[in-house]
C-alpha cells in the first residue's frame, strides 16, 4: 500500500514539477546550499519524528537515505496514514519564476505565509481516493518541497495545517543553517 500511495505520488506531482526537480536526480544530489564541498542538504535535517507527529497528528518513520546519498521519506507507522517526500533545489530565480515556469497546474494554489521564509505556496489537489499536495517554500536560492499524499478518508483543513507547520520547521531550519 505504501509503495502504491508513493508511487501514485509521484505520477500525479511529477508534471507539477516540471523540469525544476531535474537537478534532484537520484543519481546524484543537487549541490548543497553551502556550496560544493559541504554534505549533501537533506530536508529531513529539518523535521524530527515529533515534529511531524504533532503537524500530521499520527506517528511518522523517516528515512533521510545514506551518507552522500540523503532522500527524505516519511512513512506513517499507522495503515491508512499520510504519506510524504521532501527534496529540494537552488533556484536564484525564485519560486515565482518556477510557478510561472510550470504553466497552468492542476489544483488550488495558495500563497501561505511561513516565517521567515521569501514565499511559502500550497498546490492541493483533492482527489476521490486520496489528497494530493505540494508545498513550496522558499529561503533565499533554496526551494524546499514536501508532497503529501492522504488517502480517503482525508481531512483536508488538518492536512493544510500540517503542511504549513512542516514547512516552518524546513524553513527555520534553514535560517538556522545560514543558508538564506
Not at 501561505?112 to 492541493?124: C, F, K, Q, S, Y
Amino acid at each position: 500500500m505504501r509503495e502504491r500511495r508513493t508511487a501514485v505520488a509521484a505520477l500525479v506531482l511529477a508534471p507539477l514539477l516540471g523540469g525544476l526537480l531535474t537537478a534532484c536526480s537520484d543519481d546524484e544530489p543537487p549541490p548543497s546550499p553551502h556550496g560544493e564541498a559541504a554534505d549533501p542538504w537533506n530536508p529531513c535535517d529539518g523535521i524530527t519524528p515529533a515534529q511531524a507527529r504533532k503537524a500530521f497528528g499520527t506517528a511518522f518513520t523517516i528515512d533521510e537515505g545514506a551518507e552522500g546519498e540523503p532522500r527524505c521519506v516519511l512513512t506513517p507507522k499507522e495503515k491508512g496514514g499520510p504519506a510524504m517526500e521532501a527534496n529540494y533545489l537552488l533556484f536564484p530565480a525564485g519560486l515565482d519564476a518556477a510557478f510561472e515556469g510550470m504553466g497552468e497546474l492542476e489544483g488550488e494554489t495558495l500563497e501561505i505565509e511561513v516565517p521567515g521564509a521569501d514565499d511559502a505556496r500550497l498546490v492541493i489537489s483533492p482527489e476521490k481516493d486520496s489528497l494530493l499536495i505540494s508545498g513550496f517554500v522558499q529561503n533565499g536560492d533554496l526551494i524546499q518541497t514536501l508532497n503529501l499524499v492522504d488517502p480517503a478518508p482525508f481531512d483536508r483543513a488538518a492536512a493544510v495545517r500540517g503542511m504549513r507547520q512542516a514547512l516552518t520547521a524546513f524553513s527555520a531550519h534553514a535560517r538556522n543553517a545560514d543558508v538564506t
